[in-house]
């Protein structure tokens, strides 16, 4: 019989606390309820076994609903076994399912007279069976799942207080396979009041991560995560195969993989949408759409690639976001040079590239006949360097042409958008006339030493004739000796010849075009006695002379050397105004190229000098930018120089202040007359000058880096050995080049060598023929007169003897200042004590790091006698050995400049051994090959045997034959 108390009529009249309506059914999202006793309209229907233990109850809750709930007390009788049996309960494909039950039980302690029989726990059981509809089940076939004990119990005194403990407990049951189960709950002697009964599984909820759909996915039957694949959106792809794990607790974990929006859709939160018109997206790994590039357009939306406007194009291998372009508009400013049969032409690129980098040129060549007929391509035979199509420098050389013939080159201009256009190609044409033959009449008066020439110019000149050139040399010496003669008369008077001596003369002419060819070879003989007057028919000789157009001045000299193996040079002869004579001399004292030096002050007009030798340029194609530095005339500027038909290049604007004297003027132009005659790349290239209006300027070419002492103090020890060495070989080789023109520098130090931004060392300052007033570097001497004592031979301080050798000296300090990186000669010693010390035989240190050979270079360069001194063809042949062989530079020196280097340690027993320890290693390999391996030989070796081994430098000579001696004389020592 239950106890009064306990009804479930009284129970919710006394507790409606109990009353939890259906807002306790809200539950998480993942949480899919299978069972929900509160939610039942009806009766549960649920098995109660006996019929007198758990009872059913039902009460109203505050929505009028009927709430259903089971409850069992009996607690005054012993062995109790109550059980109570859900409906069959389909598990929906989950594996593990959740119970959770919410109770209220009495505590066994308030209930008077009660045996002790009461309990206060309950036990929960399930069966799972693919049968719904079984009536009975033996407790033996059931799973026990736990043994449900309150945490909170009442007491009578709740009961009173009307304070209901409810207690909520769930439980799992994993690993579940059939239909469905059974619930049973057992009562064992509790009073209890089973308010609620909820089934449910787990799940995660579907889901859509990295545009990919996740389903719904029911948890595992264990532990362990569920791999789910999914499935990307509409409108996208897969780039990587999208994937998640469902947890055990129904949580998705970190998404692996992801989908992207198809072209011309971007992404917008979980789904893609389509661009809007007017933007674009190319590529589905692109992330948002973007806007249309230039001259391009997009008028309805999803485009995956914009429109090009009218006469605009996009290649094949352009990306979709790159702008659309058109084809270049044609070169501009076509120039060339023409030498007979060959051609240099070169253009300006053009002004509108069409908005692509990629501008190359074709260049077309046609013949035309003249006589009506039409051009034709001029084929095969035509060759062009580089090449002839697809160029990418505006610059092609053309040869192979044929003499007197007519040409038509076109240079058009390409892009990558010009395959793609159906109209005409930029493009522009020069013509021109190879070889145009000019009839010259070549008249003689001969005398002992002297022949006249007279000529008519030619009848249709491809342009204004700007001078003839005669070249002559006597008959069967042409590679020995021979003359260039230049006049812009057409009649010539050549002195100086050997009486009854056969001549050979060669003319051509020169016109805007440039050089013609020489014409055949006219041999003419000078007699013993004066000829008569010119025109004497019985004395004159008519030749005609072909002479046509050609190429400058300077591919002349270089063809010369190159092709027919001459060397030429020029020298300045005594004739009229209007002409200029060339001596070509071959031999050993003028070297291949060489052209003989002409001091300014010879000229008796000192302006003619700068006619003659520097460029004059319009003011108005220089742009001054800024200010650079200072010299001793006035400032010097950087800036651009653009001449008409030529590009625009950097220079810098040495400018002559105001206020100054003609003398002032003459001497600053002197430097301007003598830098003119230079060409070489390790020389300062003079550009031209501006005379004709003010500021007076000398324009040179600009060097980014500025003065080699200051660019080598702030990069101090950056370089390698081999860097500088390279430095210093562009410095011996424009020393060099000059020494073989006959012109002395007389100060040459790092302050007076440039350095662009190549690292290129040009050799600058030709100045030093005026007084260097200004120089602080300057010491007056006994003969007056300023000169840079720390870099200045002792002959040139004593006696201003300036020679190449002198130069030669200077040029051993400049070493000392590159190895050195710009340390000042000499430190703080003064000018007198420099002298003094010379004198007495001191010479500088090796600096730090620098290698023994390179400091043996420095000593040789100080020699005290200029004739021991190297040449600076010699230096620079020792530099390039250095260079192809670097393991000579490993050993650094390390002695004392004091210490007596020449004499050996007389322990060695083999020729290497010795050459180490006199510090002359460099030459074990000349040594072997001349057959000189054991020191017995070595003792009878001569100084022209050295020569013939190649050791040319006086310094090693004389320490190689020093050591030698001491070896004779300590022969009986040496261990062979």
């Given at each position: 019989m239950a106890l009064v108390w306990i009804y479930p009529s009284l129970l919710f009249f006394l507790f409606p606390s109990l009353k939890p309506g259906r807002a306790l059914r809200n539950y998480p999202e993942n949480e899919v309820t299978l069972l929900d006793s509160m939610s039942a309209l009806g009766d549960l229907g649920w098995e109660a076994y006996p019929p007198e233990g758990w009872e059913e109850i039902s009460v109203m809750d505050e929505r009028n609903t009927p709430m259903r709930s089971y409850q069992v007390c009996n607690v005054m009788e012993a062995n109790q076994n109550n059980w109570l049996r859900t409906r069959h309960i389909a598990r929906d494909g989950a594996q593990r399912v959740y119970v959770e039950i919410k109770f209220t039980l009495r505590d066994c302690n308030s209930l008077p007279g009660v045996p002790g029989t009461c309990k206060e726990t309950f036990n929960m059981y399930y069966y799972e069976s693919n049968n719904p509809s079984l009536w009975f089940i033996k407790e033996s076939q059931y799973v026990k799942i736990d043994t449900i004990a309150?945490?909170?119990?009442?007491?009578?005194?709740?009961?009173?207080?009307r304070v209901m403990k409810l207690n909520t407990e769930v439980r799992d049951i994993g690993n579940l396979s059939k239909k469905g189960f059974y619930l049973a709950f057992q009562d064992v002697g509790a009073c209890i009041a089973l308010v609620s009964v909820r089934v449910f599984y787990k799940r995660c909820p579907a889901a859509v991560l990295n545009l990919a759909r996740f389903p719904d996915t029911v948890t595992g039957g264990d532990s362990a995560l569920v791999e789910v694949h999914g499935a990307c959106v509409d409108d996208s792809e897969e780039v990587e195969a999208p994937r998640m794990y469902c947890s055990a607790d129904g949580g998705w974990l970190v998404p692996i993989g992801r989908c992207a929006c198809k072209p011309g859709f971007e992404e917008s939160k979980d789904h893609c949408?389509?661009?809007?018109?007017?933007?674009?997206?190319?590529?589905?790994?692109?992330?948002?759409c973007s806007k249309c590039p230039p001259h391009s357009h997009a008028h309805q939306g999803r485009a995956s690639q914009c429109t090009c406007e009218s006469s605009f194009y996009r290649a094949h291998t352009d990306p979709p976001g790159m702008a659309c372009t058109r084809p270049p508009s044609a070169p501009e400013n076509p120039m060339y040079t023409l030498n007979d049969t060959s051609m240099a032409l070169e253009w300006d690129p053009p002004r509108d590239n069409g908005g692509r980098a990629d501008v190359t040129y074709n260049v077309r060549c046609r013949k035309c006949p003249g006589d009506g007929r039409k051009c034709s391509a001029c084929g095969s035979g035509v060759h062009f360097l580089p090449r002839q199509l697809g160029l990418t420098t505006s610059r092609v050389l053309v040869s192979d042409l044929l003499s007197n013939t007519n040409y038509s080159f076109s240079v058009e201009a390409v892009n990558g958008a010009s395959e793609l256009s159906a109209g005409p190609r930029g493009q522009v044409t020069v013509n021109i006339t190879t070889g145009q033959t000019v009839s010259v009449v070549l008249k003689e008066r001969r005398s002992k030493d002297s022949i006249t020439l007279a000529w008519q110019g030619p009848e249709r000149?491809?342009?204004?004739?700007?001078?003839?050139?005669v070249i002559y040399y006597e008959k069967n010496q042409r590679d020995q000796n021979y003359t260039v003669l230049k006049t812009k008369a057409n009649v010539m008077t050549v002195e100086g010849l050997k009486p009854g001596t056969t001549y050979?003369?060669?003319?051509?002419?020169?016109?805007?075009?440039?050089?013609?060819?020489y014409g055949g070879e006219i041999e003419l003989e000078t007699s013993h006695e004066d000829m008569l007057a010119i025109g004497d028919p019985n004395q004159s000789t008519i030749l005609v002379v072909s002479v046509a157009g050609g190429v400058v001045l300077l591919i002349f000299l270089v063809?010369?050397?190159?092709?027919?193996?001459?060397?030429?040079?020029?020298?300045?002869?005594?004739?009229?105004?209007?002409?200029?004579?060339?001596?070509?001399q071959r031999g050993r004292v003028k070297l291949p190229g060489s052209r003989t030096y002409i001091h300014p002050h010879t000229y008796e007009d000192p302006n003619q000098a700068v006619r003659d030798f520097a460029k004059e340029i319009d003011a108005s194609c220089?742009?001054?930018?800024?200010?650079?530095?200072?010299?001793?005339?006035?400032?010097?500027?950087?800036?651009?120089?653009?001449?008409?038909?030529?590009?625009?290049?950097?220079?810098?604007?040495?400018?002559?202040k105001a206020g100054y004297t003609e003398k002032q003027r003459r001497d600053f132009l002197s430097e301007a007359s003598i830098m003119g005659q230079f060409d070489h790349p390790n020389i300062i290239r003079l550009e031209g000058v501006v005379t004709k209006c003010k500021p007076v300027m000398i324009i040179t070419e600009y060097m980014e880096n500025g003065s080699l002492d200051t660019f080598l103090k702030k990069n101090d020890g950056r370089f390698t050995v081999i860097q500088l060495v390279g430095i210093l070989r562009g410095i011996a080789s424009g020393m060099k080049y000059l020494s073989d023109m006959g012109y002395v520098h007389r100060d040459l130090a790092a302050r007076n060598i440039l350095v662009n931004s190549n690292l290129v060392c040009k050799v600058s300052d030709f100045g030093l023929s005026r007084v260097l007033e200004d120089d602080p570097e300057a010491a007056y001497t006994t003969r007056g007169g300023k000169i840079p004592i720390r870099w200045t031979a002792p002959e040139a301080i004593a006696y201003r003897k300036f020679t190449s050798a002198s130069d030669v000296w200077s040029y051993g300090i400049v070493m000392w200042e590159v190895m050195s990186y710009g340390e000042r000669p000499y430190w703080e010693m003064s000018n007198q004590d420099v002298i003094k010390a010379i004198d007495e035989g001191y010479r500088l240190p090796a600096p730090m790091d620098c290698p023994v050979v390179l400091h043996q270079l420095m000593l040789d360069c100080w020699e005290k006698?200029?004739?021991?001194?190297?040449?600076?063809?010699?230096?620079?042949?020792?530099?390039?050995?250095?260079?192809?062989?670097?393991?000579?530079?490993?050993?650094?020196?390390?002695?004392?400049i004091w210490e007596d280097v020449s004499t050996p340690d007389f322990s060695v027993g083999t020729v290497d051994e010795w050459l180490d320890a006199i510090k002359m290693g460099q030459y074990k390999e000349n040594f072997a090959s001349a057959g000189y391996v054991t020191l017995d030989a070595v003792l009878y070796i001569s100084l022209s045997e050295l020569?013939?081994?190649?050791?040319t430098l006086v310094g090693h000579q004389k320490k190689i034959l020093s050591s030698v001696q001491s070896l004779q004389a300590q022969g009986s020592q040496v261990q062979v």
């Open positions: 309150a945490d909170e119990s009442f007491t009578q005194t709740d009961v009173g207080d949408q389509p661009c809007s018109p007017g933007t674009y997206k190319a590529a589905a790994a692109d992330e948002y000149p491809n342009g204004a004739i700007v001078e003839y050139e050979v003369f060669r003319v051509r002419a020169r016109t805007d075009g440039g050089y013609g060819s063809a010369c050397f190159v092709v027919s193996g001459r060397h030429c040079g020029y020298i300045k002869a005594k004739q009229d105004p209007d002409e200029e004579k060339t001596q070509v220089i742009r001054i930018e800024r200010v650079i530095g200072a010299g001793e005339f006035g400032e010097v500027c950087s800036g651009r120089l653009k001449l008409p038909s030529k590009r625009e290049i950097y220079v810098a604007i040495k400018s002559l006698g200029r004739g021991e001194r190297p040449k600076f063809g010699q230096i620079v042949n020792t530099l390039d050995k250095l260079i192809r062989n670097p393991n000579s530079l490993k050993e650094l020196a390390n002695t004392s020569s013939k081994m190649g050791v």
